[in-house]
């Protein structure tokens, strides 16, 4: 009797979120990133940046393993559902933002040893203003509900998740007075898809994401760059350059000016004045021309 060879799709790595569903999850975690700084400002004496590092997909069980150990943990409940997510910490990362808030943030990482019941009170504080700032940055009209439901110690340790569960992982880089340290936000693939942040599949050719997704998506800042024009000069013109003097570009004065998003040609136009700031007048679409 051979034994059956278990099917290697449990253990392999999701496929990740792509396209909209993509840019309305990192639109709304940029936010919460960014109103959690406002808000832990108000609390620590030190200032605390927060830059969302790289989302991907995976499998809980390998995602949990990979958690600092020891460290903390805001387990949240989003959603109308309630479904489950995390925030992991390490230790040093908490126990350093807590001796922010006492006044005592020291001139290096704190030693990691266990926290007071006053100490963990204040993790408690802090980790409250997660789940606020990521209702508060959904972009509904409503905001979504999440709420703190326990700070979890040892969170390598919990059971929160099904081993095989779907998730999404965004790592989110913390800046200190310390330096960077990493906050994990695991959410399950299908707690995303009840709030909308889901990605069409093939079986589904009908579906569209939420429209405020959709709205979120297309709010996220784009850079637009004008080009003038280009000269190419030797070291010597460089460095004999003085303040009144003109530099003549490479562009004809009758020559559009190209509109560049992400170093791709975009739209043609040429330059006019808009009230007292410069402007830029769309002649043509650039879109498929070489750039």
Not at 70 to 89: K, T, Y
Not at 160 to 184: C, H, K, N, S, Y
Not at 199 to 205: G, H, L, M
Not at 276 to 289: E, V, W
Request: proline share 8%.
């Amino acid at each position: 009797m051979t034994t059956p060879e278990i099917a290697n799709s449990v253990f392999a790595e999701p496929r990740r979120l792509t396209g909209e569903a993509n840019r309305a999850l990192s639109g709304w975690q940029l936010s919460a990133c960014t109103l959690l700084a406002e808000s832990w400002q108000g609390l620590l004496g030190s200032e605390v940046n927060l830059t969302i590092a790289r989302t991907s997909a995976g499998v809980a069980g390998k995602t949990v393993a990979d958690l600092p150990d020891p460290g903390f943990g805001a387990r949240l409940e989003m959603g109308a559902n309630g479904f489950p997510s995390l925030l992991a910490f390490s230790s040093r990362l908490v126990q350093s933002l807590v001796f922010d808030m006492l006044g005592t943030p020291g001139e290096d990482w704190p030693e990691v040893r266990e926290l007071t019941a006053a100490e963990l009170s204040m993790t408690e504080l802090l980790f409250g203003e997660i789940s606020r700032a990521i209702s508060q940055a959904w972009p509904e009209i409503k905001p979504l509900p999440c709420e703190l439901h326990s700070v979890i110690s040892r969170p390598k340790r919990s059971r929160l998740f099904a081993p095989e569960e779907a998730i999404v992982q965004t790592r989110i880089t913390v800046e200190t007075p310390f330096g960077p340290d990493d906050v994990l936000w695991i959410t399950p693939r299908s707690g995303l898809e009840s709030i909308g942040i889901r990605d069409a599949s093939a079986d589904e050719p009908g579906f569209q994401p939420a429209a405020e997704m959709r709205n979120l998506a297309r709010q996220i800042p784009v850079e637009l760059v004008i080009e003038l024009g280009n000269t190419s000069l030797t070291l010597k013109e460089l460095n004999e350059l003085q303040v009144g003097d003109y530099l003549p570009l490479d562009q004809p004065v009758y020559q559009p000016l190209q509109a560049m998003v992400d170093g791709h040609l975009q739209w043609l136009g040429m330059p006019c004045r808009l009230g007292n700031r410069q402007g830029f007048q769309i002649l043509a679409s650039g879109k498929g021309s070489a750039s």
